[in-house]
């Protein structure tokens, strides 16, 4: 069969069926016109209802008290979930949330509620964007989504989330959270080049007890390049956020957050000598956390080990 432009049905993208469903939508083979067709379908495809969060004053509430306690819309979600489990209305999803305070014409959460994001942007990039050139990329790696099961669901310990803190002078601290049990490690680092970086996880991760040592999800920072390597000498696979997902790593974020307390920005790092890292590690291990029902990240991995 012939299009009226010359073009056979096969030129044409989709299926027979597909093409013909379409013209039949939109008046027939005979009336049908390509630019009210368009016109009908972006109409069709604008949200028929307005956002859940600007029509639920209860959800709301919850949501930008919690974003107010500088809670992450990614814990919020979560904890919605656990918090109400047998009231759907009391649902939301974090790209919601972000949506929400970046699109203000969705009229549903406060502008200002944005400073209490941990980015501090008060605009989001799209998923996916990159401002490398394609020089000194991660190669190799194993993608988050590849995670095993266990540790997405924290059901076994060992699994750990990684970053590097910043501080002054392009000094930085090595920071390992244990997803289940939130015990955190601070690790001396002496640069930021993935030779040093590796080295120092390395050498502090094989001291673990085995059952410890299952996985270790990092962001996409160059400092793990050399991530096979590391896998070699630990037998620790290492797993990548998607790009700018930060959230993705929520335990080690949430605990990143807390060190701001005893390192905060602007401070010189390579001050503190390893002894000192024990010591704040110690203290945040000892502290009770309400998402382990106040028991401490130290209890819980003694409970782990036992």
């Known amino acids: 069969m012939v299009s009226r432009d010359g073009r056979s049905r096969g030129d044409l993208a989709g299926s027979p069926s597909t093409i013909s469903r379409e013209v039949l939508r939109n008046g027939g083979a005979r009336r049908y016109r390509a630019c009210r067709a368009d016109t009908n379908a972006l109409r069709h495809a604008r949200r028929p209802k307005p956002a859940k969060l600007a029509t639920c004053d209860r959800l709301r509430a919850v949501v930008e008290a919690k974003l107010e306690v500088r809670w992450s819309p990614q814990q919020i979600s979560g904890w919605l979930v656990e918090e109400f489990p047998d009231d759907p209305e009391m649902r939301v999803s974090h790209e919601t949330i972000y949506v929400s305070l970046f699109v203000q014409s969705r009229g549903a959460l406060r502008k200002e509620l944005t400073r209490y994001l941990r980015s501090g942007h008060t605009t989001r990039r799209p998923r996916g964007h990159s401002v ?22 924290r059901a076994v310990p060992g699994h750990w989330e990684g970053d590097l803190l910043s501080g002054a002078n392009n000094t930085h601290i090595a920071t390992l959270v244990e997803r289940r049990t939130r015990f955190a490690m601070l690790i001396k680092v002496d640069g930021k080049d993935t030779a040093t970086v590796v080295d120092a996880l390395a050498k502090h991760v094989r001291r673990l007890p085995a059952q410890l040592r299952r996985s270790l999800t990092w ?12 896998t070699l000498a630990t037998d620790v696979k290492v797993y990548f956020c998607d790009p700018r997902s930060p959230w993705q790593r929520g335990s080690n974020e949430n605990t990143n957050g807390l060190l701001r307390q005893y390192f905060p920005k602007g401070k010189d790092l390579s001050i503190y ?9 110690k203290r945040l291990n000892q502290r009770p956390r309400q998402t382990l029902g106040f028991a401490s990240p130290a209890d819980k991995l003694a409970e782990v080990l036992h």
């Not at 000598?273 to 590690?281: G, H, N, R, S, W």
């Open 132 to 153: 490398m050139n394609g020089q000194g990329q991660l190669r190799g790696t194993l993608n988050i989504s590849e995670r095993p099961a266990e540790a997405e669901d």
């Open 219 to 230: 962001d996409r920072g160059k400092e793990m390049a050399d991530h096979k390597r590391f």
């Open 273 to 281: 000598p390893q002894a000192y890292l024990d010591k704040i590690a």
